[in-house]
Structures are given as C-alpha cells and as structure tokens.
C-alpha cells in the first residue's frame, strides 16, 4: 500500500489540516480517504479551472463588449458635440435674424406712422378738392343753363334774321322791279358787224339794234334770248336759255343714276309712284288696252329729306327718261318776271327730251294759296301756277312726260292744283320706321369700311325722328370721325358720336317754330 503513495502525494493532511508524516500513523483506510480527497479535491480544482477559465472567457467577451460600447457612445458624443455646435450656431443667427427683424419692425412702424400721417393730410386735401368740384359743378350748371339761355335767344335773333333777310329780299326785289321800266323780249336774229344786230321784237317787228360792248358775239349768238329796252330798243341784258340748264333754274339729268335699290323703307310708296308713273311710261299699251287714260303725275308731300327727289330720279332712271328738275321757290325769286314764260318752255323742253319726268321741287312755292294778290309779286306767282295749270291741263295724257311734284307743306297748297285731273295720285313720304332706318343706315355705308361691332338694328333703335337725309349726314359724320382719328375702320363709337351731333343740330332745328299741319 506504501507503494501506492505517490511521492507527488506527499505531504499528506489530516483532517485538522497539520501534515502528519506518512510513517506514522497513516493508515491505508486513511490513505484511501485522503486520496479520494485528493481526487474530489482534484476534481473540484479542475472544475473550478473551467470555471475560471469560462469566467476570463466571459470577463474578455464583456471587456470587448464594453469596448465595443465605449466606441459608440464616444462617436455618439462626438455626434452630439458637433450637433450641439450646430444648434448653437443656429441660435446665434437666428438671434441675429431676431435682431435684424426687430430693427425691421421698428423702421415700418416709423414708416406707417410717417404714411398714417400723410395718409390724413391727403385726406384733408381730398376733401377740400371734392367741395371745390361740388362748387364748380354748381357754377358749370348755371353757366350751362346761362349759355342755354343765350342759345335759345341766338335762336331766336338768327330765325327773325333769317325771316328779316327774306322778307328785305323779297321787298328789294319787289322794289326793283317796280323801279325798271318793263322790257321787251326779243330774240336775236343775226348780227349784221361787230356793232349791230338784227333782233325780232316780241312785240312783233326786226329792229336792227347796236351791240353793246360788254356783250360777245357768243352772247348774241341767233336764236339768243334777250330783254330789250321799251324806249331805245337797245339790248339791255341777255335772258338764260332753258336748254342750258346751267344757267337756269333747272336741273337736266339726261340718264339719272339712282336706283330704286338705293332707297330705303319706302316699299308701299315707291310701288303707288311706280304704278302713276314708270308704268305708263314703260307700258303705255296697258292703258291703251284697258281703255284708261294713264295718269299725268303724282304729288309727293312729307317732312324734308325724306327721299321725294330720289324716287323721282330713280323712276327717271328705271325709265330711261330725261330728268328735268325746277325748284318752284328758284323759279319765282331768280326769274321775275319771267316764271310763267319758264314753266311753258320748261314743258316745251320735256317734250323735246321725251321719254322726260318733270321734278317739280318746292311746288308750294308758287302754287300756295292766298287769298288775294296783293303784291305785284303775288301777282307774278299767280301766273306762274297758272301757266303751270294749263300746261298741265294741256299737255295729252299719252305723252311721254310726266310730272312728279313735291312739297312740305300740303297745308298751304292751292286746292287747284289738287284738283282731279292734274296729280293723280297724293303719296304720303314719311320718316322712316325703324327697319327702314336700318336699311337707309346699311344702303349709305355700304361702300365704307365698317368694324364688326357695328350693330345697325341698334343704331335705327336710337335715331327716332330722324330722315333719311339725316341718317346719311349721321353715316357720312361717323367716317369723319374715323378720319379725323385715322383709325382703319369706322367703330361704334364714331356712329355714337355722329348719331349725337347730327341729331342734335336737328333738335336746335326743330326749334324754330313750325306752321301748324305742316305735312297734312
Ligand atoms: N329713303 C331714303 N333712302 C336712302 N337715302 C335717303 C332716303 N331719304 C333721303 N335719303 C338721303 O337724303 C338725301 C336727300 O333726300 P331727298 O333730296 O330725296 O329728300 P327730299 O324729300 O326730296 O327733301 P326736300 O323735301 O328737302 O327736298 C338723298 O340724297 C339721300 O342721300
């Protein structure tokens, strides 16, 4: 058993921990013991190796851990660090920005106190401003009402000037003609030299007669009509020739160039006129056929501008037929004297020329009713309408003249030359309606250059009373607008304006006073 004992085994212990020397009193169950000790000892060292060997383990994995750890948390420290530094710089200018903003508010405030108060100083001003319009617009509105005052007294100074300058001329006139002793009618014959001329008489015998300087052999050309004095016979002045309309009282057109097309809203007239008148001349075997005698003329009346002329000339024209217009009032005033002698070679004329219309413009000029002749110069009217009465009494109904007369005033014609017999027909020409305003509008701007917002149905809507001579003056004044502006094209605007003038020169017109059944 002794050799069991390992020498590495010595000492051995006993239980009180003193060694005791193995020769002495070791026994072998004590030895058995010890090394079961030994070995539990053993065992228990050994497990507490692993185990420290297990603890270092764990201690180095929680060292690196920690490690591990340490470096996060340090580069999140920088982190932070460097975050921090950011917000402080960011605090820093926003405090700065605060600053800034607060010198800012102060400056505006100083500024909206500097405007509040300049603000109620313009306020004042305003105020001041308003009460002097106010007070202008007062003294405008009774400087207008003065100025419409005067207006209306110029009115009625220019219409007794008008009415006085008439009445001067006519009592001049009057006055001359009762001064000169009557002359002689005479026609020259031919002339004999340079200082003599055979003239007949109207009185009956060929006189021969000096020539008078001042006159050229042109003037004294045979077949010249001349007045010669009743005492010497000498050549006092040379008379118009009727075919010359230039120097007469009438107008010839030998081919008028208005058509039926360029009058507007007449549709019911133009067809009565046309019937009297266009139809006898272009188809007389009508009449003939139905036995009837055709119709010798008709008498327009109505307000002036209303179109009377152009059907005349627009019948004249769909005729073919001469144009031979007389204005009764030129016939009276410009030959005295000589207005009966007129009318018959006015019909000798239309006769010559026929196809012919003749336009008797103004016919109450000499064909007025009075109720004596008092005057000289009513006398000489007198004749006149009735030579007018026989011609129109003697020319043949189935002649190719007839005779379209017009007047403004119905009221005051001779109830003679209204007898059957001489117009057959009385048609009314009124102002145009609204549609026929339109279309007289859209016939006279036909050829301008138009914008496109021009609206003639409105226009008509806003030109009631007006004629068709008016609508054309508006039309005419609205491209003079244009004009004046030199725009491209006539705008609604330029009508407005036009519309405004022409109507209300119209308007100061109307003023003047007008004789009772002016169109009746
Ligand atoms: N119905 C119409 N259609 C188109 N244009 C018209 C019309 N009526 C008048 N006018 C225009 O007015 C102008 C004058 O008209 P016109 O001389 O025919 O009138 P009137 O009735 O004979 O006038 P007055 O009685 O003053 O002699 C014409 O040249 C024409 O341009």
Redesign the pocket.
């Known amino acids: 058993m002794a050799d069991m004992v390992n020498s590495r085994d010595k000492p051995i212990y006993s239980e009180s921990g003193k060694a005791k020397p193995l020769s002495e009193d070791i026994s072998g169950q004590e030895i058995t013991r010890l090394q079961n000790e030994l070995k539990k000892a053993e065992t228990l060292l050994k497990r507490t190796k692993t185990i420290s060997a297990q603890r270092l383990e764990e201690v180095k994995i929680l060292k690196e851990n920690f490690e591990t750890e340490r470096q996060v948390f340090l580069s999140e420290i920088e982190k932070s660090t460097a975050f921090s530094r950011e917000v402080q710089d960011d605090f820093k200018r926003l405090a700065e920005e605060r600053d800034d903003l607060k010198r800012m508010l102060d400056r505006s405030r100083k500024e909206i106190t500097a405007v509040k108060d300049i603000l109620s100083e313009t306020r004042n001003d305003l105020s001041k401003v308003r009460d002097e319009i106010v007070k202008a617009a007062e003294d405008n509105t009774l400087l207008r009402e003065k100025v419409q005052h005067l207006e209306t007294e110029k009115k009625t100074a220019d219409y007794e000037r008008i009415h006085f300058e008439r009445e001067t001329r006519r009592l001049r006139a009057e006055l001359d003609r009762m001064k000169t002793t009557p002359l002689l009618l005479g026609t020259v014959v031919k002339m004999i030299d340079n200082e003599n001329v055979v003239v007949r008489s109207s009185a009956g015998p060929q006189l021969v007669v000096s020539a008078p300087v001042e006159m050229t052999e042109k003037e004294l050309s045979p077949g010249a009509n001349v007045a010669l004095n009743q005492q010497t016979f000498s050549i006092a002045k040379i008379l118009p020739i009727l075919e010359e309309p230039e120097v007469s009282a009438l107008e010839l057109i030998e081919a008028s160039d208005v058509t039926y097309e ?5 549709a019911d007239q133009l067809r009565e006129i046309r019937e009297v008148v266009e139809l006898p001349l272009i188809k007389p075997e009508i009449f003939e056929r139905i036995g009837i005698e055709p119709p010798k003329g008709a008498l ?1 009346y ?10 005349a ?1 627009a019948v004249a024209n769909k005729t073919n037929a001469t144009f031979i217009r007389v204005v009764g009032s030129e016939l009276v005033q410009k030959y005295i004297g000589d207005g009966a002698k007129m009318v018959h070679e006015l019909f000798e004329m239309a006769q010559k020329k026929a196809p012919s219309i003749i336009f008797i ?2 016919v109450d000029s000499i064909a007025s009713k009075r109720l004596d002749d008092t005057t000289s110069a009513d006398r000489e009217i007198h004749r006149t309408l009735m030579q007018l009465l026989a011609e129109m009494d003697g020319f043949s109904r189935r002649t190719n003249v007839k005779i379209i007369a ?3 005033r119905l009221d005051i014609l001779d109830p003679a030359i209204l007898r059957p017999g001489r117009f057959d027909r009385m048609v009314y ?1 009124p102002l ?1 309606d609204e549609a ?1 305003r339109e ?2 509008l859209k ?2 701007s036909v050829k301008m250059n138009l914008s496109s917002e021009i609206n003639f149905k409105e226009l008509a809507k806003m030109t009631e009373g007006t ?6 003056a508006i039309v005419t004044e609205a491209g003079m607008f244009a004009v004046r502006e030199e725009k491209l094209s006539i705008e609604k605007i330029d009508f407005i304006n036009a519309k405004e003038k022409v109507m209300s020169s119209k308007k100061k017109e109307n003023m003047l006073p007008v004789p009772e059944n002016m169109f009746l």
């Open positions: 360029q009058i507007g809203g007449l327009l109505g307000p002036p501008g209303t179109g009377k002329t152009m059907i000339k413009d103004e017009a007047t403004n020409i145009p026929g279309t007289i016939i006279h004629s068709g001579a008016d609508l054309k």
